[in-house]
């Protein structure tokens, strides 16, 4: 019933920028925090980055300066704004979701997009 829908993945020259979009629809109870993660091959999925449902907000050191999470509650919204982006960003960037499904909403659980490919030529 839940679905996260993502947008925005591409490829991009080193330097350039890309907003990623996360639409969170369906039968939530509520949403806690938002996310973002990447994957890249041969690597470990990682958090990028996240922000609570009072607008707080963390990255990774190695996007620090670089990109900005923002979310619009009204939308149930995410979005990654990617800047300066470096080879070393490409992976596909999954949006996750920690939230309480109405089916379950005494429990939190995470909820994840089907992914986007984010690729930084040199």
């Known amino acids: 019933q839940v679905q996260l829908v993502e947008s925005g993945g591409g490829l991009v020259q080193a330097g350039g920028s890309l907003r990623l979009s996360c639409a969170a629809s369906?039968?939530?109870?509520?949403?806690?925090?938002m996310g973002w993660y990447r994957q890249a091959p041969g690597k470990q999925r990682e958090l990028v980055a996240a922000?609570?449902?009072?607008?707080?907000?963390n990255y990774a050191d190695s996007v620090k300066g670089r990109f900005t999470i923002s979310r619009d509650n009204a939308k149930n919204t995410c979005y990654l704004q990617m800047t300066s982006l470096k080879p070393e960003d490409t992976a596909v960037y999954y949006c996750?979701?920690?939230?309480?499904?109405?089916?379950?909403?005494?429990?939190?659980?995470?909820?994840w997009g089907q992914g986007t490919q984010v690729t930084v030529s040199s």
């Open positions: 922000i609570t449902s009072d607008g707080s907000s």
């Open positions: 369906g039968s939530f109870f509520s949403i806690n925090t």
């Open positions: 996750n979701v920690r939230g309480r499904a109405r089916t379950n909403s005494r429990y939190e659980s995470d909820y």
